[in-house]
């Protein structure tokens, strides 16, 4: 199994998401699952990159032209470069089976959106985790909801993702996953 876990790179951030980035990929890694990777070499991705790395994980790196150079800082078991942002994006929710959106900028939005357009265009049922640590989300899933009562989208399209809030919700939900996948 593969997971994209979409976070913030910024360096700077309050070391609760360090940590929240760093306990979702343990639990991840512990697992056994390989991280799917659009990142750098700071931030919150940091923290996935190295959990994973030293759990003993593989870790692909997903690049577009512009930003390939920071493979170079990383000891990837791969790398893919696409042209573009977007085509990097598409190539990520491709090679994941699990998609976990943590708290993050410009970027891990735009990444949020695209995985629910591609779920919703290739009608998989590939599973988006919408992390909302510390209420980090509450505007946009108010956003969501004003935007279903002005018909702008449907209910349904709230069904495209999960939401967890705290990491023993995420552990539970990942629990849960793998048992339905042994039935």
């Known amino acids: 199994m593969k997971a994209f876990i979409a976070s913030s790179s910024k360096d700077g951030i309050l070391n609760i998401y360090k940590e929240l980035a760093s306990n979702v990929s343990t639990i991840l890694a512990r697992r056994g699952y390989k991280l799917v990777y659009g990142g750098t070499s700071s931030g919150m991705m940091q923290a996935c990159y190295m959990t994973f790395k030293y759990e003993g994980n593989k870790v692909k790196g997903f690049y577009d032209v512009t930003e390939a150079k ?31 959106i943590l708290p993050g900028g410009f970027v891990t939005l735009a990444e949020l ?22 209420k980090y989300y509450d505007n946009l899933l108010y956003q969501f909801k004003d935007m279903i009562s002005e018909r702008f989208i449907g209910k349904e399209s709230m069904n495209q993702f999960n939401i967890v809030t705290n990491i023993k919700d995420f552990e539970e939900y990942v629990n849960n996953i793998e048992m339905k996948e042994v039935d």
């Not at 078991?77 to 990097?88: G, L």
């Not at 629910?116 to 992390?131: A, G, P, R, S």
């Open 70 to 100: 920071e493979a170079e800082y990383l000891d990837l078991d791969a790398i893919d470069v696409s042209p573009n942002t977007f085509t990097r994006t598409s190539r990520l929710y491709q090679s994941a089976d699990l998609i976990v």
């Open 113 to 134: 959106f695209s995985c629910i357009i591609e779920k919703q265009t290739k009608k998989d049922n590939k599973k988006i985790i919408l992390f909302n640590y510390n």
